[in-house]
């Protein structure tokens, strides 16, 4: 008898122990599959984060991609209707769109001025005469008190003069008018550029009524200040990369102007600068006249081998 309750006891004790090892076990195992679980979790969650943000990324350089055209009301309003669109009862426009000519360009640049001036910030900023007036003012200053552009190095004078060239020779006013249109019209900025260089190169065969072209000497001076000096490229760093890349551009244009008519005098080689800014063209999104800058600079490339 008492044999069998020393087995009856063992037997209890084996599975008493038993039930203690395997819930030990059980939980063991639990709590790794929840470790797991909880690991994989984290890992998809990662990469679930970076889809969205891929995601949002697309988004936002789809959003800048249909931005490209910019709304014809839009334009209307900043550069004016041409005449014959104002008749009444046009209903037809031809599909074939004619290329301006210098009093369409000229007629464009005073309706651009008209524009500005009926802004709130342009007109919170209280300059005198309205903008067409402080740009005529602006344009005598830059083009009477020009920048360093060989020789910046020479001294710590001639760099700090250079770096501040346009608050010393616009003033604190109209230069921060100026950042201001650049903010508030970023939207149209790259067509204003556009109609700008052409007004400032097209030959206007004695026909022009707007003052403010500066002359080509003047371009290329400020052309090489903005690519070949530190006063130059600080400027353009502290703007935004598409104001950015399309200055540079422009500015590759003038140089090539320059060369043209011989008047580089300070030697500067344009092949550097039109090797970047036909990589920035590239890479910049949003520009809708893209591939028009690419087949120019593409063309210069040949010319600049």
Not at 28 to 39: F, P, Q
Not at 57 to 73: A, D, F, Y
Not at 136 to 154: C, F, N, Q, R, Y
């Amino acid at each position: 008898m008492e044999r069998w309750v020393k087995i009856i006891i063992a037997v209890l004790v084996v599975g008493v122990l038993g039930f203690f090892i395997y819930s030990k076990i059980v939980n063991w195992h639990k709590g790794n599959v929840e470790t797991a679980v909880i690991k994989e979790k984290k890992i998809w969650q990662k990469k679930s984060n970076q889809l969205e943000q891929e995601i949002t990324n697309l988004q936002e350089e789809l959003t800048v991609v249909k931005g490209q055209k910019v709304p014809e009301e839009k334009l209307a309003e900043v550069f004016g209707e041409e005449e014959e669109e104002k008749e009444k009862g046009k209903k037809e426009v031809s599909s074939v769109k004619k290329q301006p000519d210098f009093a369409d360009i000229e007629r464009q640049i005073l309706a651009f001025f008209s524009y500005l001036d009926n802004q709130k910030y342009v007109q919170s900023s209280k300059l005198e005469g309205g903008v067409y007036n402080q740009y005529k003012i602006s344009v005598e200053k830059l083009s009477s008190t020009l920048p360093i552009v060989a020789g910046e190095m020479d001294s710590l004078y001639n760099m700090v003069r250079n770096v501040a060239h346009f608050y010393r020779v616009l003033g604190k006013n109209r230069l921060l008018l100026a950042r201001q249109i650049l903010i508030n019209e970023s939207e149209v900025i790259e067509s204003v550029m556009k109609t700008y260089y052409l007004w400032c190169t097209m030959d206007d065969e004695g026909k022009a009524t707007l003052q403010g072209r500066p002359s080509l000497e003047t371009q290329y001076e400020y052309a090489g200040y903005l690519l070949n000096t530190l006063g130059g490229r600080s400027y353009l760093l502290r703007r935004g990369p598409k104001e950015r890349t399309l200055t540079t551009y422009y500015c590759v244009l003038i140089l090539d102007r320059a060369n043209d008519a011989e008047l580089n005098s300070k030697g500067i080689d344009i092949r550097p600068y039109l090797k970047s800014s036909l990589m920035e063209i590239k890479n910049q999104i949003g520009l809708i006249y893209q591939k028009e800058y690419i087949a120019k600079l593409n063309e210069l490339s040949l010319k600049y081998p």
